[in-house]
T-cell receptor, first 111, second 118 residues
Framework: DAKTTQPPSMDCAEGRAANLPCNHSTISGNEYVYWYRQIHSQGPQYIIHGLKNNETNEMASLIITEDRKSSTLILPHATLRDTAVYYCIVRVANTGNQFYFGTGTSLTVIP | GAVVSQHPSWVICKSGTSVKIECRSLDFQATTMFWYRQFPKQSLMLMATSNEGSKATYEQGVEKDKFLINHASLTLSTLTVTSAHPEDSSFYIC??????????????FGSGTQLSVL
């Protein structure tokens, strides 16, 4: 079952940073935070994941609070192609456990 | 990243017929694959977990005789929607689990199959 809460929608100006929040107040110590996004009528795309340290890759940065009860996905310079639904998922990694998707945040990047 | 190929991209069928959807991992071996369905403007709903060489594990409320899953090899899983009806019309998405170390487990997705049952 989804263990995360995300705002249903957000807007972001093109070229600005998009900050997408996720609450996971019941997260366990061995659960990772994963972020995926889904562009309309396509399969979800992996973005980033982390346990407790902040993570950065070529797509985005993941900031996890010290108590791990929330996190923020940052797209540093949003483009129109970043318009998508963004899903935050928490799960125990490396166990074969399922990935359950919540309702996600629909991000619209505005020109 | 790993590539997951899903075919067909879309299919239209008559009510009562069966439809098979294929999911292949192209550049890695996937011992575990997952099948999801998605209705318009809704999130992905996990249908079943497919493990190579064993029976699939279905989520509660998903009919195993309706949605047949076969995972006979490490690179191929199939979902067959048997005796399809209009209410089975949906977007079906497969995914494969990639485990490249203790902290590097990820899920990669196919491009999805839009099924329309007339």
């Amino acid at each position: 079952d989804a263990k995360t809460t995300q705002p249903p929608s957000m807007d972001c100006a093109e070229g600005r940073a998009a900050n997408l929040p996720c609450n996971h107040s019941t997260i366990s110590g061995n659960e990772y935070v994963y972020w995926y996004r889904q562009i309309h009528s396509q399969g979800p795309q992996y973005i980033i994941h982390g346990l407790k340290n902040n993570e950065t890759n070529e797509m985005a940065s993941l900031i996890i609070t010290e108590d791990r009860k929330s996190s923020t996905l940052i797209l540093p310079h949003a483009t129109l192609r970043d318009t998508a639904v963004y899903y935050c998922i928490v799960r125990v990694a490396n166990t074969g456990n399922q990935f359950y998707f919540g309702t996600g945040t629909s991000l619209t990047v505005i020109p | 990243g790993a590539v997951v190929s899903q075919h067909p991209s879309w299919v239209i069928c008559k009510s009562g017929t069966s439809v098979k959807i294929e999911c292949r991992s192209l550049d890695f071996q996937a011992t575990t694959m997952f099948w999801y369905r998605q209705f318009p403007k809704q999130s992905l709903m996990l249908m079943a977990t497919s493990n190579e060489g064993s029976k699939a594990t279905y989520e509660q409320g998903v009919e195993k005789d309706k949605f047949l899953i076969n995972h006979a090899s490490l690179t191929l899983s199939t979902l067959t929607v048997t005796s399809a009806h209009p209410e089975d019309s949906s977007f079906y998405i497969c995914s494969a689990r990639v485990d490249r170390g203790l902290t590097n487990e990820k899920l990669f997705f196919g491009s999805g199959t839009q099924l329309s049952v007339l």
